[in-house]
Protein backbone atom coordinates (compact mmCIF):
# COMPACT_ATOMS: atom_id res chain seq x y z
CA UNK A 1 0.00 0.00 0.00
CA UNK A 2 2.88 2.24 0.99
CA UNK A 3 4.49 1.88 -2.56
CA UNK A 4 1.21 2.79 -4.43
CA UNK A 5 1.01 5.72 -1.97
CA UNK A 6 4.60 6.83 -3.19
CA UNK A 7 4.11 5.82 -6.98
CA UNK A 8 0.75 7.65 -7.31
CA UNK A 9 1.84 10.55 -4.98
CA UNK A 10 4.99 11.01 -7.57
CA UNK A 11 3.00 10.57 -10.89
CA UNK A 12 0.44 13.49 -8.89
CA UNK A 13 3.05 15.95 -7.92
CA UNK A 14 5.64 16.22 -10.81
CA UNK A 15 3.27 17.51 -13.44
CA UNK A 16 1.65 19.49 -11.39
CA UNK A 17 5.09 21.20 -10.29
CA UNK A 18 5.95 21.12 -13.92
CA UNK A 19 2.67 23.33 -14.69
CA UNK A 20 3.46 25.83 -11.73
CA UNK A 21 6.56 26.82 -13.20
CA UNK A 22 4.66 26.63 -16.78
CA UNK A 23 2.32 29.21 -15.33
CA UNK A 24 5.17 30.65 -13.58
CA UNK A 25 7.72 31.65 -16.73
CA UNK A 26 5.33 31.03 -19.46
CA UNK A 27 2.22 32.65 -18.96
CA UNK A 28 2.00 35.29 -21.52
CA UNK A 29 1.18 37.71 -18.94
CA UNK A 30 -2.11 36.03 -17.49
CA UNK A 31 -1.22 34.24 -14.43
CA UNK A 32 -2.95 30.78 -14.40
CA UNK A 33 -3.22 30.13 -18.07
CA UNK A 34 -1.71 27.04 -17.46
CA UNK A 35 -2.99 26.30 -14.49
CA UNK A 36 -6.96 26.96 -14.95
CA UNK A 37 -8.13 23.39 -16.09
CA UNK A 38 -6.55 21.51 -12.62
CA UNK A 39 -9.21 23.57 -10.78
CA UNK A 40 -12.52 22.52 -13.42
CA UNK A 41 -10.69 19.07 -13.84
CA UNK A 42 -10.99 18.72 -9.73
CA UNK A 43 -14.13 20.12 -9.29
CA UNK A 44 -15.85 18.15 -11.65
CA UNK A 45 -14.46 14.76 -10.60
CA UNK A 46 -14.77 15.63 -6.74
CA UNK A 47 -18.42 16.22 -7.21
CA UNK A 48 -18.57 12.56 -9.09
CA UNK A 49 -17.42 11.56 -6.00
CA UNK A 50 -19.94 13.08 -3.74
CA UNK A 51 -22.81 11.90 -5.96
CA UNK A 52 -21.53 8.09 -5.74
CA UNK A 53 -21.39 8.55 -1.86
CA UNK A 54 -24.57 9.74 -1.91
CA UNK A 55 -25.76 7.46 -3.91
CA UNK A 56 -24.49 4.34 -1.49
CA UNK A 57 -27.41 5.64 1.05
CA UNK A 58 -30.03 6.00 -1.91
CA UNK A 59 -30.05 9.62 -1.87
CA UNK A 60 -30.12 11.35 -5.45
CA UNK A 61 -30.21 14.58 -6.61
CA UNK A 62 -30.56 15.50 -10.15
CA UNK A 63 -26.88 14.70 -10.85
CA UNK A 64 -27.24 17.17 -14.48
CA UNK A 65 -28.04 19.80 -12.22
CA UNK A 66 -25.03 19.17 -9.74
CA UNK A 67 -22.67 19.14 -12.81
CA UNK A 68 -24.31 21.97 -14.38
CA UNK A 69 -24.04 23.93 -11.37
CA UNK A 70 -20.71 22.49 -10.48
CA UNK A 71 -19.06 23.62 -13.54
CA UNK A 72 -20.83 27.38 -13.70
CA UNK A 73 -19.42 27.81 -10.14
CA UNK A 74 -15.64 26.83 -11.14
CA UNK A 75 -16.33 28.92 -14.31
CA UNK A 76 -17.31 31.93 -12.97
CA UNK A 77 -14.08 31.64 -11.12
CA UNK A 78 -12.50 32.11 -13.57
CA UNK A 79 -13.50 35.45 -15.20
CA UNK A 80 -10.81 37.46 -14.02
CA UNK A 81 -8.19 35.50 -15.06
CA UNK A 82 -9.76 35.96 -18.98
CA UNK A 83 -10.56 39.41 -18.07
CA UNK A 84 -6.71 40.01 -17.76
CA UNK A 85 -5.79 38.35 -21.01
CA UNK A 86 -8.35 40.93 -22.70
CA UNK A 87 -6.31 43.51 -20.51
CA UNK A 88 -8.73 44.65 -17.75
CA UNK A 89 -7.37 45.77 -14.85
CA UNK A 90 -6.97 43.54 -12.08
CA UNK A 91 -9.82 43.77 -10.03
CA UNK A 92 -10.11 44.17 -5.96
CA UNK A 93 -9.62 40.28 -4.28
CA UNK A 94 -12.99 40.67 -2.99
CA UNK A 95 -14.90 41.46 -6.05
CA UNK A 96 -12.99 38.42 -7.55
CA UNK A 97 -16.10 36.07 -5.30
CA UNK A 98 -18.54 38.35 -7.23
CA UNK A 99 -19.20 35.50 -10.02
CA UNK A 100 -18.63 32.68 -8.08
CA UNK A 101 -21.33 34.07 -5.76
CA UNK A 102 -23.63 34.67 -8.81
CA UNK A 103 -23.12 31.60 -10.16
CA UNK A 104 -24.02 29.78 -7.00
CA UNK A 105 -27.53 31.63 -7.00
CA UNK A 106 -28.04 30.20 -10.37
CA UNK A 107 -26.78 26.99 -9.19
CA UNK A 108 -29.13 26.50 -6.71
CA UNK A 109 -32.07 27.69 -8.61
CA UNK A 110 -30.91 24.91 -11.19
CA UNK A 111 -31.47 22.78 -7.70
CA UNK A 112 -35.33 23.45 -7.66
CA UNK A 113 -35.42 23.49 -11.41
CA UNK A 114 -34.64 20.02 -11.70
CA UNK A 115 -36.66 19.26 -8.97
CA UNK A 116 -39.68 20.91 -10.46
CA UNK A 117 -39.29 18.59 -13.57
CA UNK A 118 -39.01 15.24 -11.93
CA UNK A 119 -41.64 16.29 -9.24
CA UNK A 120 -44.54 13.08 -8.95
CA UNK A 121 -45.33 13.00 -5.32
CA UNK A 122 -44.69 14.29 -1.79
CA UNK A 123 -41.15 13.58 -0.31
CA UNK A 124 -37.29 14.33 -0.99
CA UNK A 125 -37.66 17.14 -2.77
CA UNK A 126 -36.30 19.02 0.07
CA UNK A 127 -33.54 16.92 0.80
CA UNK A 128 -32.41 16.35 -2.89
CA UNK A 129 -32.32 20.38 -3.12
CA UNK A 130 -30.31 20.47 0.14
CA UNK A 131 -28.24 17.97 -1.40
CA UNK A 132 -27.24 19.49 -4.41
CA UNK A 133 -26.52 22.74 -3.25
CA UNK A 134 -24.08 21.54 -0.69
CA UNK A 135 -21.96 19.50 -3.53
CA UNK A 136 -21.84 22.49 -5.84
CA UNK A 137 -20.48 24.64 -2.38
CA UNK A 138 -18.29 21.70 -0.38
CA UNK A 139 -16.52 21.40 -4.00
CA UNK A 140 -16.93 23.75 -6.43
CA UNK A 141 -17.42 27.26 -4.23
CA UNK A 142 -13.88 25.95 -2.63
CA UNK A 143 -12.14 25.05 -5.37
CA UNK A 144 -12.97 28.63 -6.64
CA UNK A 145 -10.55 29.95 -3.95
CA UNK A 146 -7.19 28.00 -5.53
CA UNK A 147 -8.44 30.35 -8.91
CA UNK A 148 -8.52 33.41 -6.58
CA UNK A 149 -5.29 33.03 -5.22
CA UNK A 150 -3.38 32.32 -8.15
CA UNK A 151 -4.91 35.22 -9.45
CA UNK A 152 -3.74 37.55 -5.96
CA UNK A 153 -2.06 40.94 -6.92
CA UNK A 154 0.32 39.63 -9.76
CA UNK A 155 2.42 36.96 -11.16
CA UNK A 156 4.90 36.55 -8.61
CA UNK A 157 2.49 37.02 -5.49
CA UNK A 158 -0.15 34.84 -6.87
CA UNK A 159 1.77 32.05 -7.44
CA UNK A 160 3.67 32.51 -3.73
CA UNK A 161 0.28 32.58 -2.33
CA UNK A 162 -0.97 29.09 -4.35
CA UNK A 163 2.21 27.68 -3.54
CA UNK A 164 2.32 28.81 0.41
CA UNK A 165 -1.50 27.11 0.90
CA UNK A 166 -0.25 23.41 -0.88
CA UNK A 167 3.34 23.66 0.79
CA UNK A 168 1.86 24.42 4.64
CA UNK A 169 -1.25 22.43 4.10
CA UNK A 170 0.13 18.89 2.73
CA UNK A 171 3.28 19.63 4.82
CA UNK A 172 1.43 20.31 7.86
CA UNK A 173 -0.90 16.56 6.77
CA UNK A 174 2.50 14.88 6.96
CA UNK A 175 3.20 16.14 9.86
CA UNK A 176 0.50 15.26 11.82
CA UNK A 177 0.69 11.41 10.48
CA UNK A 178 4.50 11.26 11.22
CA UNK A 179 3.76 12.53 14.82
CA UNK A 180 0.72 10.67 15.41
CA UNK A 181 2.60 7.11 14.14
CA UNK A 182 5.47 8.41 16.50
CA UNK A 183 4.19 9.81 19.67
CA UNK A 184 0.18 9.33 18.99
CA UNK A 185 -1.26 8.28 22.49
CA UNK A 186 -5.16 10.12 22.58
CA UNK A 187 -6.75 10.02 20.09
CA UNK A 188 -8.46 12.92 18.52
CA UNK A 189 -11.94 11.90 17.02
CA UNK A 190 -12.18 8.15 17.56
CA UNK A 191 -14.97 7.38 15.57
CA UNK A 192 -14.52 9.98 12.66
CA UNK A 193 -10.97 8.95 12.34
CA UNK A 194 -9.53 6.23 14.23
CA UNK A 195 -6.10 6.59 13.40
CA UNK A 196 -6.18 10.68 14.22
CA UNK A 197 -4.43 11.49 18.02
CA UNK A 198 -4.06 14.58 19.40
CA UNK A 199 -0.08 14.46 19.74
CA UNK A 200 -0.85 14.16 15.58
CA UNK A 201 -2.93 17.74 15.42
CA UNK A 202 0.08 19.49 17.34
CA UNK A 203 2.82 17.62 15.21
CA UNK A 204 0.61 18.98 12.55
CA UNK A 205 0.51 22.61 13.49
CA UNK A 206 4.30 22.94 14.31
CA UNK A 207 5.44 21.38 11.20
CA UNK A 208 3.05 24.29 9.50
CA UNK A 209 4.78 27.06 11.58
CA UNK A 210 7.82 25.90 10.35
CA UNK A 211 6.93 24.89 6.76
CA UNK A 212 4.97 28.50 6.58
CA UNK A 213 8.04 30.35 8.12
CA UNK A 214 10.73 28.30 5.79
CA UNK A 215 8.42 29.54 2.74
CA UNK A 216 8.24 33.00 3.70
CA UNK A 217 12.14 33.60 4.28
CA UNK A 218 13.42 31.37 1.52
CA UNK A 219 10.70 30.81 -1.17
CA UNK A 220 9.11 34.19 -1.14
CA UNK A 221 11.71 36.25 -2.50
CA UNK A 222 12.59 33.75 -5.17
CA UNK A 223 8.68 33.80 -6.75
CA UNK A 224 7.38 37.61 -5.43
CA UNK A 225 11.10 38.83 -6.17
CA UNK A 226 13.81 39.77 -4.24
CA UNK A 227 12.83 43.07 -2.80
CA UNK A 228 9.27 41.04 -1.79
CA UNK A 229 9.09 42.67 1.82
CA UNK A 230 8.71 39.01 4.09
CA UNK A 231 5.76 38.77 6.51
CA UNK A 232 7.48 39.13 10.19
CA UNK A 233 7.63 36.07 12.18
CA UNK A 234 3.72 36.24 13.85
CA UNK A 235 1.90 36.47 10.35
CA UNK A 236 3.63 33.44 9.36
CA UNK A 237 2.83 31.48 12.30
CA UNK A 238 -0.66 32.98 12.19
CA UNK A 239 -0.87 31.69 8.55
CA UNK A 240 0.57 28.58 9.74
CA UNK A 241 -2.29 27.81 12.43
CA UNK A 242 -5.01 29.31 10.15
CA UNK A 243 -3.97 26.76 7.64
CA UNK A 244 -3.20 23.78 9.66
CA UNK A 245 -6.77 24.33 11.89
CA UNK A 246 -8.99 24.85 8.24
CA UNK A 247 -6.68 21.94 6.46
CA UNK A 248 -7.52 19.56 9.78
CA UNK A 249 -10.94 20.55 10.06
CA UNK A 250 -11.05 19.55 5.83
CA UNK A 251 -9.58 16.49 6.64
CA UNK A 252 -12.15 15.61 9.23
CA UNK A 253 -15.19 17.16 7.31
CA UNK A 254 -14.38 14.32 4.50
CA UNK A 255 -13.73 11.93 7.12
CA UNK A 256 -17.20 12.38 8.96
CA UNK A 257 -19.11 12.63 5.26
CA UNK A 258 -17.69 9.11 4.36
CA UNK A 259 -18.23 7.67 7.67
CA UNK A 260 -22.32 9.03 7.21
CA UNK A 261 -21.89 6.72 3.88
CA UNK A 262 -20.48 3.84 4.91
CA UNK A 263 -17.25 4.00 2.64
CA UNK A 264 -13.47 4.31 3.38
CA UNK A 265 -12.56 6.39 0.36
CA UNK A 266 -14.51 8.62 -1.74
CA UNK A 267 -13.21 6.39 -4.65
CA UNK A 268 -11.03 3.79 -5.64
CA UNK A 269 -9.32 4.89 -9.28
CA UNK A 270 -5.85 6.32 -7.35
CA UNK A 271 -4.49 3.09 -5.49
CA UNK A 272 -2.90 3.93 -2.12
CA UNK A 273 -4.93 7.41 -2.07
CA UNK A 274 -8.51 6.92 -2.45
CA UNK A 275 -10.27 9.74 -4.61
CA UNK A 276 -9.84 13.05 -5.01
CA UNK A 277 -11.39 14.40 -2.27
CA UNK A 278 -9.45 12.17 -0.17
CA UNK A 279 -6.25 13.92 -1.41
CA UNK A 280 -7.72 17.60 -1.39
CA UNK A 281 -9.75 17.37 1.55
CA UNK A 282 -7.72 19.78 3.51
CA UNK A 283 -7.17 21.93 0.75
CA UNK A 284 -11.32 22.97 0.04
CA UNK A 285 -10.98 24.38 3.76
CA UNK A 286 -7.52 25.79 3.99
CA UNK A 287 -8.39 27.06 0.51
CA UNK A 288 -10.55 30.06 1.90
CA UNK A 289 -9.16 30.74 5.00
CA UNK A 290 -5.47 30.78 3.35
CA UNK A 291 -7.30 33.09 0.99
CA UNK A 292 -8.48 35.81 3.26
CA UNK A 293 -5.16 35.79 5.48
CA UNK A 294 -3.50 36.63 1.86
CA UNK A 295 -5.94 39.34 1.15
CA UNK A 296 -5.89 40.83 4.49
CA UNK A 297 -2.34 42.56 3.94
CA UNK A 298 -0.94 40.59 6.44
CA UNK A 299 1.47 38.36 4.28
CA UNK A 300 1.64 40.98 0.76
CA UNK A 301 0.63 43.86 -0.95
Not at 48 to 54: G, I, K, N, P, R
Not at 67 to 84: K, N, Q
Not at 142 to 164: E, I, K, P, Q
Amino acid sequence: MLRWRLLVSALIIAPLVGLLVLDYQYNFGVPGIWLWPLPVLFTLLGTAEVLDMLAAKNHRPAAWSVYVGAALVIGASLVPLFSRAAGEATPHPLATLAWPLAALVVAIALAFVAEMARYRQPGGVIVNVALAVFAVAYVAVMMTFLNALRGYHDNGWGMAAVVSLIFVTKMSDSGAYAFGRLFGRHKMAPVLSPKKTIEGGIGGLVTAWFCSWLFFSTLLPVLAGPHAPVPPLWACLVYGTVVAIAGAVGDLAESLLKRDMERKDSSRWMPGLGGILDVLDSLLLAAPAGYFCWISGMLGP
